[in-house]
Nanobody
């Protein structure tokens, strides 16, 4: 069994910053990919940022230059530093781990950005 626990969500004014953290536990290989998705009310869940099993970094166009993903692959932890936040960033943010074609999800953490 694999479990993911997120932390760091909250309420922030536009232009502010938040840092999300995720820790995974269980039998996980070194080739696992980890990243962050988000889902706003009435919208589809979308990729925010990911570190692939091969060490590549992927970002949604809407967050490039503002968000930075980082991780400790040995400990299976991944963080998302979010700067210059906009009201459009308001969503539930989910940590995801992918391994051998199976996706595992955290329960999500709410991020709300006020105008």
């Amino acid at each position: 069994q694999v479990q993911l626990v997120e932390s760091g969500g909250g309420l922030v004014q536009a232009g502010g910053s938040l840092r999300l953290s995720c820790a995974a536990s269980g039998r996980i290989g070194s080739s696992a990919a980890m990243g962050w998705f988000r889902q706003a009310p009435g919208k589809q869940r979308e990729l925010v940022a990911r570190i692939t099993g091969g060490g590549n970094f992927n970002y949604a166009d809407s967050v490039k230059g503002r968000f930075t993903i980082s991780g400790d692959n040995a400990k299976k932890m991944v963080d998302l530093q979010m700067n210059s936040l906009k009201p459009e960033d308001t969503a539930v943010y989910y940590c995801q781990l992918s391994y051998w074609g199976q996706a595992y999800w955290g329960r999500g953490t709410q991020v709300t950005v006020s105008s």
